[in-house]
């Protein structure tokens, strides 16, 4: 198939053309010697418009995202009395009401038990936080979970759930049978497409081996029928090594579908003052630190034994830390390419480690969008001038962008925007040395991604011999200001020389 008359992004510059066979880039040039080389193809016009490589969101949860679809959307509600009369209308008809997406940062109260209760007492509520780290509940779900078994992260008055006690609202929620499975991947990959989004690192597996399993056997059955059209790196998280043996028995790699990383989680969020600090939060607390870390040590020392890859969860500075003195201590050479999520909060001298060691960052810029008024008003100045630092991570490490979905927000035009001015949509603008240049922020979310699953040979650039996954532009972000490449949309989606998606 050939493609003409484009703004062909590449790593040398602009083409205008490229052709497409067996869903691999054989040829890049002009309009007219592909045209004479190739005779007689299918051809598709790009009308000047701007193309670029497809976006690998490095870390993201695909079936997290795909549940909160049919969730009630809280984003948009500006206190809890808006919360609790978009509650009232949801509640019709419904057995279960989950909610997601609330932001009580600069509510008048944090949302609580009560506050649901006057939704209904009789029918089970959940409110996910944006962050996903804390959750509140009413009466009738705090009557059915086992709320005892964590009684330092659950507050029994006001039904506030916090870091690994949320996996027990789990039970309340249906169980997705493998066809069920199927249709909310291929929903979703459906509507990440319209963002220009053809790869993927989806943290989908946690502590269940059987649904793990389920999960696994949807992806591939998937790909078989042809149907997956996104290439998905599946990140998993098992804190105890039998299982993770028994998971890494379906340990395999095909052009959509991967195993991933182990994925650990050292703290919680900072929207939720659970994210763990050197120092303390305006409140005096210092965050929460969620898995031990002998436990931590343990399982990067086995994996450096059986050759898995490790990603850790390190929103607050300390988390960070704690990984890189087990790091130090376990791991000579980082050929499996350990990589830390998240890193909002960082130190100086842990940018120094980072870059000796080799450990790598992936990032959501969309996190100073979201958090940075929050920010500014509870973490302490010293570390503050070191947070959403993706300057001096691009400068040190390499560095992958994404979204953390539906945590963040998916749009990576708005991370981009994000990245290069360093500013929320008011404009408020946090450390102008930390701006990115557009081209290296783009670099962190396509070939950078990449790297972080070793794939960079093969997608991530519009190069001969690549993936064919590419995304057709309404404008040009060389030409748009940078506080408007959030405005930019995408006309078409391509992956593996298919179309995908169309406007």
């Known amino acids: 198939m050939l493609f003409l008359n484009g703004k062909i992004y590449t790593d040398q510059g ?24 190739y005779p007689n193809q299918e051809v598709i016009d790009f009308k000047k418009n ?35 009369s978009l509650g009232k209308e949801a509640l019709v008809s419904r057995k279960l009401l989950i909610m997601y997406g609330y932001d009580d940062s600069f509510f008048s109260a944090p949302l609580s038990r009560n506050d649901l209760d006057s939704i209904s007492r009789e029918i089970p509520i959940i409110a996910y936080r944006s962050c996903g780290h804390i959750a509140t509940v009413n009466s009738a779900v705090m009557m059915q ?59 989908d597996l946690k502590d269940d081996v059987a649904m793990g399993r389920k999960i696994i056997t949807a992806y591939r059955e998937l790909e078989n029928e042809e149907k997956l059209n996104l290439r998905v790196s599946l990140q998993f998280t098992f804190t105890e090594k039998d299982k993770i043996k028994e998971i890494l028995e379906f340990r395999s790699e095909s052009p959509f579908f991967r195993f991933g990383p182990l994925k650990l989680f050292l703290d919680g969020s900072l929207g939720g003052k659970t994210a763990l600090l050197s120092k303390p939060y305006s409140d005096g607390t210092y965050g929460i630190q969620t898995l031990p870390r002998e436990t931590l040590e343990d399982l990067l020392a086995f994996s450096e034994q059986e050759n898995l ?31 830390l999520i998240h890193l909002q909060v960082l130190r100086e001298d842990l940018f120094k480690m980072l870059k000796d060691f080799q450990v790598r960052a992936a990032v959501q810029p969309i996190f100073l969008v979201e958090d940075l008024k929050m920010a500014k008003a509870n973490l302490p100045a010293s570390l503050l001038k070191t947070s959403y630092a993706f300057q001096s991570l691009n400068k040190g490490t390499v560095i992958a962008f994404g979204s953390d979905a539906p945590y963040g927000g ?19 603008v946090l450390n102008l040395e930390e701006k990115m240049p557009l081209e290296e922020a783009l670099k962190a979310y396509t070939l950078n991604s990449a790297y ?49 998606y169309k406007k």
Not at 154 to 179: R, S, Y
Not at 309 to 333: C, M, N, P, R, T
Not at 475 to 486: Q, R, S, T
């Open 410 to 428: 998916l749009n990576p035009f708005a991370g981009l925007q994000a990245a290069v001015t360093q500013s929320n949509l008011e404009g408020e």
């Open 145 to 203: 979970v086992r709320s005892r078994l964590f009684p330092d992260l659950i507050n029994q008055n006001t039904g506030v759930f916090k870091e690994n006690a949320i996996a027990l609202l789990d039970e309340l929620h249906p169980e997705a049978n493998l066809e069920m499975l199927k249709k909310q991947i291929e929903t979703t990959v459906n509507y990440f497409h319209r963002f220009g989004i053809t790869s993927i690192g989806s943290n």
């Open 452 to 500: 972080l699953t070793f794939e960079e040979k093969k997608k991530g650039k519009l190069k001969q011999g690549f993936y064919a996954d590419f995304i057709v532009l309404n404008k040009d972000l060389f030409l748009l200001p940078e506080n408007e490449l959030g405005t930019a949309e995408v006309l078409m989606t391509v992956v593996g020389g298919k179309v995908v």
């Open 50 to 84: 701007l193309v670029l490589p497809g976006f690998n969101d490095s870390h993201l949860h695909l079936l997290s995202f795909a549940r909160f679809l049919d969730a009630l959307n809280l984003e948009a509600a500006k206190s809890i009395n808006e919360i609790i």
């Open 14 to 37: 602009f083409v205008e053309a490229m052709y497409v066979e067996g869903g691999i880039i054989k040829a890049l040039g002009s309009s007219k010697a592909l045209l004479n080389m």
């Open 309 to 339: 890859q490790v990603a850790v969860h390190a929103i607050g500075d300390q988390a960070s830390a704690l990984f890189l003195e087990a790091f130090q201590k376990h791991v000579k050479s980082n050929t499996n390419r350990h990589f």
